[in-house]
């Protein structure tokens, strides 16, 4: 580790030595942690959130990162098969979409392609947090689309009396596919010691039609596929992850430390004998200290360093490495409640190291650093209130081809009301300002994941976003209504875009990173409506929707999911829970140039959980997906031409905790 990981370190064992911790952090369930360093409840929130807790990630598909959060209104996949999915936040996706752990970025390089796959898996949170739109001023321009925070409690926050834990295994059809993870957290004393791990492996996924899709073999010229049942050759997943944390709980906060380690093997659905294998180590450290410093109460610390390797191998041969390693820290001063006025001042940085060696080594060396103040102040005076944040931070990308330093402000501010009992009505407005990444500026060389010939642009300019959201929550009695509107404008929007011409080489099409000028907008919806209820039995209907349009002066941008809308049935008896669900994703045909449209879908799903025992801490469950065994393709794959989603299975689990 460097100085600046051993100072860091330094830094939280002096505070741990400091006598006067405690636990602070109050089991608030509304509060949304990514959203601000104080306290902000999701039905406060000017802007739109999704939550998913531990029961509900305790159900979840045995995915990736953007297939378990696929289907949140507003939310897609980037699915490049089981092994790597990212996240797709109204329509975009790669760098305008920020992955963070515990508030910090993976130090991976997902985000430069999506047959890479994110460095921590959904089973590993306790909790994950979605936030759509430029909506975490705190986080700089890299969340200019939105933010995931995979958040874990490796470093637990909370004394603990004895050994607590949970564990949970499942298996499922149409892939072979077996999980296992567990954690555990034991306390001795003011120490809390925790013990975590995962294990995932599949095999190649069923799917009731043929791979390639009709509209492609069309455009190829070939035969029109069979429409019989196969597997998707070469998407089986491999899947090791385990940690280890400690932490120092006393009458003032707490800190710690943990490190973990993520050992993956996935197959590329692409290409027949191309695999992945990814490895990271990954070291974090986390505190909170109440103080009294001027106009400031509460002092939160949080960094992460990584090393992180991902080889491609073309049989049993490397053909490229990608290398990132670096750090990322925040300190953020927190002032106290002063008659609705809550607010935090902030600093981040960061210096990530990234490399590629061999055949597909496209992007160069570069080195990449950043350094960020920030402020986001917030008035609420129960029927009305106002907030805003200002942030300022420099960016500089290093690499054999250029140097190039951006300087980025952003800001926003927002208003909301509470005209009546159970109505929160909320308006914000944004200018966010994103450097490009070292792929947008400095690549040059063949894909063949995406199947392009990439061409960046050393002289690319800032990329500035001004948006407006428009938010409605509504809860009361049986309803509950969360809809949300927003239009985005986009000043030197950096889009890839074909030139016509091929390269000669690799016979892929030659695309260039250029900028314009862009228009999203659209909206998403969530209501329920609970029907029946008797004691601990109910019955409710849930329903979601979502849209999202875009547009460029070089015309209609690729891969923008078409509209969806979903429908639900929940029934709840108290010791067993059921839910019925179909959903209707349309088709697009709105397509960009070289890109084909794609058919719409309608999925039958289905789920069962129970406590059916005297001991309520035993879970059994079950679910069927795509009952209907339907053809479906996701149109924001680079993929979805030759790899359907996954057609007919079924999954069983059990989880305990203790």
């Given amino acids: 580790m460097t100085k600046t990981h051993l100072l860091a370190a330094s830094g939280i064992a002096a505070l741990m030595a400091t006598p006067a911790w405690a636990d602070v952090t109050k089991e608030v369930s509304e509060v949304v942690v990514t959203a601000a360093p104080y306290v902000v409840s999701m039905d406060s929130s000017t802007t739109s959130v999704e939550v998913l807790k531990r029961d509900d990630l305790d159900t979840a598909p045995a995915a990736g990162l953007g297939d378990v959060l696929s289907g949140l209104p507003g939310v897609r996949s980037t699915f490049f098969g089981p092994g790597a999915s990212r996240p797709v936040i109204r329509g975009l996706a790669g760098p305008r979409v920020l992955v963070l752990t515990n508030g910090v970025g993976m130090i991976d390089a997902s985000a430069l392609s999506p047959d890479h796959q994110v460095a921590t898996d959904p089973q590993e949170a306790e909790r994950i947090e979605v936030l759509r739109g430029p909506s975490a001023l705190a986080y700089g321009g890299s969340a200019i689309g939105g933010i995931v925070n995979i958040i874990d409690d490796r470093i637990p926050h909370q004394v603990v009396d004895g050994v607590h834990g949970r564990m949970l295994v499942s298996g499922s059809s149409g892939d072979d596919g077996k999980m296992a993870s567990a954690a555990f957290k034991a306390g001795v004393g003011n120490w809390v010691l925790s013990l975590d791990g995962l294990r995932r492996t599949s095999e190649d996924y069923t799917v009731p039609v043929a791979q390639m899709s009709r509209r492609l073999a069309a455009e190829e010229g070939l035969p029109e596929p069979s429409l ?15 940690g280890a944390g400690v932490s120092y709980v006393g009458s003032q906060g707490f800190g710690g430390l943990s490190i973990k380690k993520t050992d993956t093997t996935y197959g590329i659905a692409a290409e027949e004998d191309v695999t992945i294998g990814l490895k990271q180590t990954r070291v974090d450290g986390q505190g909170e200290l109440n103080l009294d410093l001027g106009p400031f109460d509460k ?19 490397v053909g490229t490495t990608f290398l990132s390693d670096g750090w990322e820290g925040r300190l953020e001063l927190v002032q106290p409640d002063r008659g609705g006025w809550q607010g935090a001042v902030g600093v981040q940085a960061l210096q990530r190291n990234f490399d590629a060696i061999g055949e597909e080594a496209l992007i160069p060396k570069t080195k990449i650093t950043e350094q960020g103040i920030f402020t986001l102040q917030r008035l609420d005076k129960d029927k009305w209130g106002v907030e805003g944040g200002l942030r300022l931070d420099q960016r500089k990308l290093d690499s054999e081809i250029a140097e190039r330093k951006f300087t980025n402000i952003s800001a926003s501010i927002g208003a909301f009301l509470r005209p009546a009992e159970g109505w929160f009505l909320g308006l914000s407005g944004s200018r966010t300002s994103r450097a490009p990444t070292e792929e947008e500026l400095f690549s040059e060389g063949a894909h063949p994941a995406t199947q392009q010939f990439e ?24 309803w509950s209504i969360d809809l949300h509107a927003f239009a985005v404008k986009y000043d030197g929007f950096v889009d890839l875009r074909a030139t016509g011409a091929v390269d000669a080489d690799s016979g892929f099409r030659i695309y260039h990173f250029v900028q314009t000028d862009a228009k999203f907008y659209g909206g998403e919806m969530e209501a329920s409506y609970r029907l029946w209820q008797d004691g601990d039995r109910s019955f409710t209907l849930e329903g979601s929707a979502d849209y999202v349009r875009g547009e460029t002066d070089l015309g209609v941008p690729a891969r923008i999911p078409p509209w969806s809308v979903t429908g639900r049935a929940v029934f709840d008896a108290g010791w067993w829970t059921g839910k019925l669900e179909l959903r209707r994703v349309a088709e697009q045909d709105r397509v960009a ?18 406590t059916p025992f005297a001991d309520k801490n035993l879970k059994l469950f079950a679910e069927a997906r795509n009952i209907n065994d339907t053809e479906a393709r996701e149109h924001a794959s680079f993929l979805k ?15 305990y905790k203790f």
């Avoid at 019989?228 to 385990?242: F, G, I, Q, R, W």
């Avoid at 002092?299 to 041969?317: L, R």
């Fill in 299 to 317: 002092i939160k610390f949080s960094a992460g360093w990584a090393d992180y390797k991902h080889t491609e191998f073309e049989g049993d041969e």
């Fill in 641 to 655: 031409e030759l790899a359907p989603l996954p057609g007919r299975s079924f999954r069983v689990g059990a989880g």
């Fill in 455 to 478: 061409v960046g642009d050393a002289d690319l300019n800032e990329e500035i976003s001004y948006s407006l959201d428009a938010t409605v929550h509504y809860a009361d009695g049986p």
């Fill in 593 to 610: 140039e070289f890109e084909l449209p794609t058919d719409s879908y309608m999925m039958l799903n289905a789920s069962l959980s129970a």
């Fill in 228 to 242: 019989s049942e196969t597997k998707v050759a070469n998407s089986a997943v491999e899947l090791t992850a385990y």
